[in-house]
């Protein structure tokens, strides 16, 4: 498979000021040193608790937000990844600089201006809640048809021409044109904000919890236009989210992510059916059964998440691990490979 996205050593801190002079006192760090690849064609869902930083990966992976430091890759020809590679390894003068030169090239985290508004069109974000993310003043012909004008990819009736098309693909119709966003439901204005996002024909979404600020009903139907919006127009996805069971059922591979860092990652079945991370299990034992006869043994973490302005030294997850011992307090787990696609930063991964 070939990879469309490519992060390397990712992080983005938030600076906090403080004193007389209002000089930086700390960072809160959001998103800490991820390395991850999400395949062409692929769902690639993000899971873990609220203030981990899955959104702000989110939103720096599409340079919503300037990222503090590593490098985000996007749609680069193999050719010139593996090019980049052996630069990297060579580490010579004269390979650093050409390395220099590929990465101004074709690292989003140094792109500005119009480089980076001409990627916008490829990459789009869909937000948890449409209510906030949707113009309230804005009738949803021109919601939906503002990114063709933004990117001068049609004018005139062909804006609406367009319009009509996707709101019809995304289970609206004409009618709905002149009517303004608190004019729709929940889901209806969910559809809205899919359909902006489709409008360009991007080839990368992020997904933030999409589905959280619905009825369960009308969840399922947007899962099930997900899936096919995705077998359509071949979409890469970052679905992100803090549900398990939607995350199993729409994604391909998928990512648990605790205090701005990814502490597993496998395939879908493999990570619900083996979790290797004690967090991992956690979460997963926490999963409503609807079957009343089966029984499932919650795991109970003591203690609160740390705080990602200092967090722990070693692994961050020790303070509320069951398994911990001495090196996890003073070692930082790897993310290291323990069978097939399966990847787990922990010292004593589980059986």
């Given amino acids: 498979m070939r990879a469309l996205l490519e992060v390397e050593n990712l992080r983005k801190y938030y600076p906090i000021f403080g004193g007389l002079f209002k000089k930086k006192v700390a960072d809160v760090k959001a998103v800490d040193g991820i390395n991850l690849t999400i395949f062409k064609g692929e769902c690639f869902g993000l899971v873990g608790e609220s203030g981990c930083g899955k959104t702000t990966f989110g ?3 599409i340079r919503l937000l300037k990222p503090t430091d590593g490098h985000i890759y996007f749609d680069v020809p193999p050719n010139i990844r593996e090019k980049m590679r052996e630069l990297e390894l060579d580490g010579s003068p004269t390979a ?18 119009k480089k980076l508004r001409k990627l916008r069109r490829k990459m789009q974000i869909v937000y948890q809640d449409p209510t906030t993310s949707l ?57 809205i904000a899919i359909a902006r996002a489709l409008i360009t024909n991007p080839d990368f979404i992020v997904l933030d919890e999409p589905t959280s600020a619905v009825d369960v009903s009308v969840r399922s139907q947007l899962l099930d236009l997900f899936i096919s919006l995705q077998k359509e127009y071949g979409l890469t996805y970052l679905f992100i989210s803090h549900d398990l069971s939607v995350i199993e059922c729409i994604s391909n591979r998928v990512g648990v992510m605790y205090l701005g860092k990814i502490v597993e990652l496998a395939p879908t079945k ?21 079957d009343p006869n089966v029984k499932r043994k919650k795991i109970l973490l003591s203690g609160d998440v740390p705080s990602p302005i200092n967090p722990p030294k070693g692994c961050r997850f020790y303070p509320r691990c069951w398994k ?28």
């Fill in 59 to 61: 939103k720096t992976v």
């Fill in 96 to 113: 650093l600089r050409e390395l220099e030169r590929l990465r101004k090239e074709y690292d989003l985290a140094t792109y500005k201006g």
């Fill in 324 to 351: 911990a011992r001495d090196i996890c307090r003073v070692e930082e787990p790897k993310l290291v490979r323990t069978k097939g696609n399966h990847f787990v930063a922990c010292h004593f991964p589980e059986d």
């Fill in 135 to 191: 113009n309230p003043r804005m009738l949803v012909k021109d919601i939906v048809g503002e990114p063709l004008k933004v990117h001068k990819l049609a004018r005139g009736g062909e804006v609406i021409e367009k319009v009509v098309k996707m709101l019809q693909r995304v289970g609206l119709s004409e009618k709905h044109l002149y009517r303004y966003p608190h004019e729709f439901s929940g889901g209806q204005r969910q559809r």
């Fill in 270 to 290: 493999e990570l619900f059916d083996e979790p290797a991370h004690p967090y991992t299990k956690a979460l997963i034992s926490a999963i409503p059964v609807p």
